[in-house]
Nanobody
Framework: QVQLQESGGGLAQAGGSLRLSCAASGRTFNSNNMGWFRQTPGKDREFVAA????????TYADSVKGRFTISRDNAKNTNYLQMNSLKPEDTAVYYC???????????????????WGQGTQVTVSS
């Protein structure tokens, strides 16, 4: 059974940091794009960050650029989202996802992602 398991969410103060992890099991995603998305109640799931298979390319939503960093450790079949300078508007459920593409390009559209974790809540207080 293929699983993506997020961890590291929780409560942080504005200006603080959290590090999310996404551990894959059941298969390896070392050749696949990996991404992070987030969703708040009543809103569509939105792209946050993505990384290509070897970590050579990353891309970010404008709202998190300069504050969040995505990385991966293929030896551990795990990727990470380091979130710094958190803002209350970063409050959301964060989802890890694996894309079907194995290209060197980075994909950001939801339909490109076939596997999803169950999500981890991030709450930022002002």
């Amino acid at each position: 059974q293929v699983q993506l398991q997020e961890s590291g969410g929780g409560l942080a103060q504005a200006g603080g940091s959290l590090r999310l992890s996404c551990a894959a099991s059941g298969r390896t995603f070392n050749s696949n794009n990996m991404g992070w998305f987030r969703q708040t109640p009543g809103k569509d799931r939105e792209f946050v960050a993505a990384i290509n298979w070897n970590g050579g390319r990353t891309t970010y939503a404008d709202s998190v650029k300069g504050r969040f960093t995505i990385s991966r450790d293929n030896a551990k079949n795990t990727n990470y989202l380091q979130m710094n300078s958190l803002k209350p508007e970063d409050t959301a459920v964060y989802y890890c996802a694996a894309a079907r593409t194995t290209s060197t390009a980075v994909v950001t559209a939801l339909y490109e992602y076939d596997y999803w974790g169950q999500g981890t809540q991030v709450t930022v207080s002002s």
